[in-house]
């Protein structure tokens, strides 16, 4: 009987612990940016605008211009858009930003307003976690006039 309860005891907190790693809880970023961040004509480096876009398809995010998606972002992607969050990005910072991830997310997108539009100025991931982790963990680099996210 004692051994019974105990096996039945051990299945029980194995089952929460692996049920409760499933749900993604935080998106934790690592972000860190070059010295040589959003240049303009002259070789001057400016802080550039980062938005996090939480997503529950990446189809009209991914097709999405950039001027459409700076200017009217969350009318364009509809009922794909659970959440948006912005923050700025200076030359050379190096930092953790951790936002809630909201029920029904499936994807993340990131866009960079950087002033030229030649390099890579969006990029997103399908949400993941670790098996014994509520947080997914992404790593977001943002150099010159290009951004660049994976997970770590």
């Known amino acids: 009987m004692l051994k019974q309860l105990f096996q039945t005891?051990?299945?029980v907190l194995i089952s929460i612990v692996?049920?409760?790693?499933?749900?993604t809880s935080n998106l934790k970023f690592q972000v860190e940016s070059s010295e040589t961040l959003n240049p303009d004509v002259q070789g001057n480096n400016y802080a550039v605008i980062v938005r996090?876009?939480?997503l529950t398809d990446p189809r009209l995010f991914d097709r999405a211009p950039y001027d459409e998606l700076w200017k009217?972002?969350?009318?364009?992607l509809a009922d794909t858009l659970i959440s948006v969050h912005?923050?700025?990005v200076q030359p050379g910072f190096e930092g953790v930003l951790n936002i809630d991830k909201k029920r029904g997310a499936e994807y993340v997108g990131v866009m960079a307003f950087?002033?030229?539009r030649e390099g890579s100025w969006?990029?997103?991931q399908k949400v993941k976690s670790g098996v014994f982790s509520k947080s997914a963990k992404l790593k977001l680099n943002v150099t010159g006039s290009n951004i660049?996210?994976?997970y770590r």
Request: with cysteine; glycine share 4%; proline share 3%.
């Open 9 to 11: 005891t051990i299945l």
């Open 86 to 88: 912005e923050f700025t």
């Open 114 to 116: 950087f002033r030229s």
């Open 122 to 124: 969006k990029v997103y």
């Open 18 to 23: 692996l049920f409760s790693s499933c749900a």
């Open 148 to 150: 660049n996210m994976q």
């Open 52 to 54: 996090v876009y939480q």
């Open 72 to 76: 009217t972002g969350p009318d364009m």
